[in-house]
C-alpha cells in the first residue's frame, strides 16, 4: 500500500509553493505548527491527502489517541501527516501546506516521498518552517534565521545566514532532499527564548508567518496572531517583573543581545530554574500559559 492517500488530486494550482512544518524537535514552543496552522486557517485551506503513519513513526513515542464517536463508540487517530491546499485567487501563487509530527523512520524515505510530491503538484519552491531554542530575551523582536538554494533570496528578505553546525530534523533532512533533487527551496528558523520553552510562543509563530509572506508573496491576515503575540508579551512580562533574579537573568540576555550594558548582576539561579519558576507562574495565571488564539 502507497503511504500517500489521496482524499482527491487539486488540479489548476498556480505556480504552488509547499510550505511544511512538523511538531517536535524543530518546533520549539510550538512556532512553527502554530505558524503552518494559522496560515491554513486564515486561508481556508482544505485537506486533500495524508500520509499513512505506519512506515515512519514509532507509535510508542508518537502515540495514537482515542476518542468517543457518538458518545460512546471509540475510533483509534493515528498521527498522520496532512495536505491542505490553500488558493489564494489574488496573490501571484498558491499554496499547499504539510503539517504533522516529525517522524520516527526512514527520513530518506520519507522525504523522497515529500519531493516526489512536491514535483507531481508542480512546486516551484518547497519551504520549511522550524524554531530553535536560543540564549536570546523576549523583549527584543524575533530573530528569524534562513538557508535557502537562492542566495538571491537571502538578500531580498534580510534574512541572516545560518552558520549552524550539529544535530539536525526532519526540517533539514528535507530541505538537503530538495537540494539534491534540483528543486528551488528555502528554510525559515525562529529563535525562541529557551526559559520559556514549553509555553506557546505566538510572537515566535507571527515572525515565521511574517518571513513567510515575503517569501511566497502571498499575505496573510494576522490580526488574531498579533492579538495573541501581545497577550504573550504583557503575560511574560509580569511574570518576568514578579521575581527579581528572573528579571536580572533577562536584563543579562538583554547585554549580551548588545542593549544598553547593565550591572553585572550577581550570582543568579540556572536556566532551568528560570524556567521552572516562570512556568509556575504562567500557570497560575490560568491555563497552562499565554493562550496562542488561532495558533493552536
Sequence with gaps: MQPLRWEHRPDGLRAPALVC?????????????????????????????????????????????????????REVVWPEVELFEARIPRAPRDLVLLAGSEPSFRWRTFSKLIVELAEVLGAQLVVTLGAL????????????????????LIARLGLAPSSYEGPTGIV?????????????????????????????????????????????GVAVDASDL??????????????????????????????????EPSDEPGQLPSGETIARDLQRFLRQRGGDGPEASGAS
Excluded: M
Excluded at 33 to 54: K, Q, W, Y
Excluded at 135 to 140: K, M
Excluded at 178 to 189: F, I, N, R, V, Y
Excluded at 234 to 253: C, H, I, K, T
Design 21 to 73: 512544518a512538523f511538531k517536535g524537535w524543530n518546533d520549539a514552543a510550538d512556532a512553527a505548527s502554530s505558524a503552518i496552522t494559522f496560515v491554513g486557517a486564515a486561508l481556508g485551506a482544505s485537506r486533500f491527502a495524508t500520509i499513512d503513519p505506519e512506515e515512519f513513526y514509532d507509535f510508542q513515542a508518537t502515540r495514537p489517541r482515542v476518542k468517543l464517536v457518538d458518545g460512546h463508540a
Design 133 to 152: 531554542l536560543a540564549d536570546v530575551p523576549h523583549t527584543r523582536p524575533v530573530s528569524v534565521t534562513g538557508l535557502t538554494s537562492d542566495p538571491a
Design 226 to 259: 498579533e492579538g495573541a503575540a501581545a497577550d504573550y508579551d504583557r503575560q511574560v512580562n509580569l511574570a518576568v517583573q514578579s521575581d527579581p533574579d528572573v528579571q536580572a537573568f533577562v536584563e543579562r540576555l538583554e547585554a549580551a543581545a548588545g542593549d
Design 172 to 216: 533539514g533532512v528535507l530541505h538537503a532532499a530538495c537540494q539534491q533533487a534540483g528543486l528551488p527551496s528555502a528554510s525559515l528558523w525562529a529563535a525562541v527564548p529557551h526559559y520559556i520553552a514549553a509555553t506557546p510562543n505566538p510572537k515566535a509563530a507571527l515572525a515565521l508567518v511574517r518571513k513567510l509572506e515575503g517569501l511566497v
